[in-house]
T-cell receptor, first 110, second 113 residues
Framework: AQSVAQPEDQVNVAEGNPLTVKCTYSVSGNPYLFWYVQYPNRGLQFLLKYITGDNLVKGSYGFEAEFNKSQTSFHLKKPSALVSDSALYFC????????FGAGTQVVVTP | NAGVTQTPKFQVLKTGQSMTLQCAQDMNHEYMSWYRQDPGMGLRLIHY???????DQGEVPNGYNVSRSTTEDFPLRLLSAAPSQTSVYFCASRPTGQDYGYTFGSGTRLTVV
């Protein structure tokens, strides 16, 4: 079984600054981990996934995520945030039923 | 390529009424799921299906029924609507295999008064 947790309800960042959204996981076995984004009044969109291989995973819209086994983390990152990145971000565990973290609201200010 | 289509987009029900939220996908995906999204609660799994004729309960199944007679369709039935079921409902689908991401519909915003 596997589950994920997002420790921050909200992350505030100024446009142009680096953005990090945190996710930790608990695992029994090899973890599969996903990130999704939800823009206002929209459904969720798949951003990226970690299955196996490189610890740095690149995804859509300039986002990347770093898998860290020793810290059981899968943090989402973007080197330079845009105002349009303001959205709700979900870390997810796809084993079986696809369980989501509670979500982190990202607010990027001009 | 329509993806996952949910209807209706908005619905207001009176307490005690029943209704069906429709979900259809045209990608021949085996897995389909229903989630509800409430403020501060993230997404919670209601029911899911791993293929036609097979359904199972998720985290919050009470008050909801599902069936999966075809690969394409996965309707969610509210038996007797309650104000606690006011929420945004999302349907999602994916192919077989844990390394595939889900494709989500655009959601149904349901208000029960």
């Amino acid at each position: 079984a596997q589950s994920v947790a997002q420790p921050e309800d909200q992350v505030n960042v100024a446009e142009g600054n680096p953005l990090t959204v945190k996710c930790t996981y608990s695992v029994s076995g090899n973890p599969y981990l996903f990130w999704y984004v939800q823009y206002p009044n929209r459904g969720l969109q798949f951003l990226l996934k970690y299955i196996t291989g490189d610890n740095l995973v690149k995804g859509s819209y300039g986002f990347e995520a770093e898998f860290n086994k020793s810290q059981t983390s899968f943090h989402l990152k973007k080197p330079s945030a845009l105002v349009s990145d303001s959205a709700l971000y979900f870390c997810a565990d796809p084993w079986g039923k696809l369980q989501f973290g509670a979500g982190t609201q990202v607010v990027v200010t001009p | 390529n329509a993806g996952v289509t949910q209807t209706p987009k908005f619905q207001v029900l009176k307490t005690g009424q029943s209704m069906t939220l429709q979900c259809a996908q045209d990608m021949n995906h085996e897995y389909m799921s229903w989630y509800r999204q409430d403020p501060g609660m993230g997404l919670r799994l209601i029911h899911y299906s791993v293929g036609a004729g097979i359904t199972d309960q998720g985290e919050v199944p009470n008050g909801y029924n599902v069936s999966r007679s075809t690969t394409e369709d996965f309707p969610l039935r509210l038996l007797s609507a309650a104000p606690s079921q006011t929420s945004v409902y999302f349907c999602a689908s994916r192919p077989t295999g844990q390394d595939y991401g889900y494709t989500f519909g655009s959601g149904t915003r349901l208000t029960v008064v």
